[in-house]
């Protein structure tokens, strides 16, 4: 099973765009979907993560212009990102982790690529 990504894309300063994240085969017992991203020359950092129960926690670079949000049925991850800065460009890479009787596994999706600029 892999994670797909897509809608990443080009957008000007203060634009948005939405991403979305979903495997390619059914994945039970994820209790955990999160969105990471990584500009060129840096680490790789959490961007937005929500966890099965609901609760969500943010980068405060992005608190209030980014939503994530989930699809249990479709075990589809969303990120909503708004008001768009030149220092949001990065890949942007979806993780989803599934915790069952058998163990922990993460999965990583391959990234989406976001450009801002005008």
């Known amino acids: 099973v892999q994670l797909q990504a897509s809608g990443g894309g080009l957008v000007q300063p203060g634009g948005s765009l939405r991403l979305s994240c979903a495997p390619s085969g059914r994945i039970f017992s994820i209790n955990y979907m999160g969105w990471y991203r990584q500009a060129p020359g840096k680490q790789r950092e959490l961007v937005a993560e929500?966890?099965?129960?609901?609760?969500?926690n943010y980068a405060d670079s992005v608190k209030g212009r980014f939503t994530i949000s989930r699809d249990n049925a479709k075990n589809t991850v969303y990120l909503q990102m708004s008001s768009l800065k030149p220092e949001d460009a990065a890949v942007y890479y979806c993780?989803?982790?599934?915790?069952?009787?058998?163990?922990?596994?993460?999965?990583w999706g391959q990234g989406t690529l976001v450009t801002v600029s005008s």
């Open positions: 993780r989803m982790r599934k915790s069952d009787w058998s163990g922990v596994q993460d999965y």
């Open positions: 929500i966890r099965s129960g609901g609760s969500t």
